[in-house]
């Protein structure tokens, strides 16, 4: 049976989640939406606010989860972190951090690779 886009997008970021959880990170929300597009997941840790993009990979075919993350999508992630921060006026004083989470699905289990600071946006 095949398993579709969406369910495994829902449980990447379930993985993602709980990784997150035991490594000390609050989850602030899931799924943000504006009109540039979706953060999978917003979570805070300290006094930093990351903004998290999670990739699932059952196998190597689509190259390593940083690979993905094109200058396009690096900006519009810029600019939807700047949506929430406007409807979420809390967190302007924390530091802005853009991460990505790839996980890897294999033989052996499931791995992590958690890229903090994945990239910084020139404006």
């Not at 999978?40 to 689509?62: C, G, M, T, W």
């Not at 921060?85 to 690779?113: E, H, M």
Request: charged residues 25%; aromatic residues 16%; hydrophobic residues 35%.
């Amino acid at each position: 049976m095949k398993v579709s886009t969406q369910t495994k997008g829902r449980l990447g970021e379930n993985l993602a989640i709980r990784f997150l959880n035991l490594h000390g990170f609050k989850i602030c929300d899931r799924n943000f939406r504006s009109r540039y597009g979706e953060i999978d997941i917003i979570a805070q840790k300290n006094e930093s606010i990351y903004f998290v993009e999670v990739k699932y990979r059952q196998d190597q075919s689509f190259g390593q989860a940083i690979e993905s993350i094109h200058h396009i999508k690096q900006r519009k992630l810029f600019k939807m972190s700047w949506v929430y921060l406007y409807q979420n006026p809390y967190y302007l004083g924390y530091c802005k951090r853009f991460a990505v989470l790839g996980i890897q699905k294999g033989a052996t289990g499931i791995s992590y690779d958690f890229i903090d600071n994945a990239f910084e946006v020139a404006i």
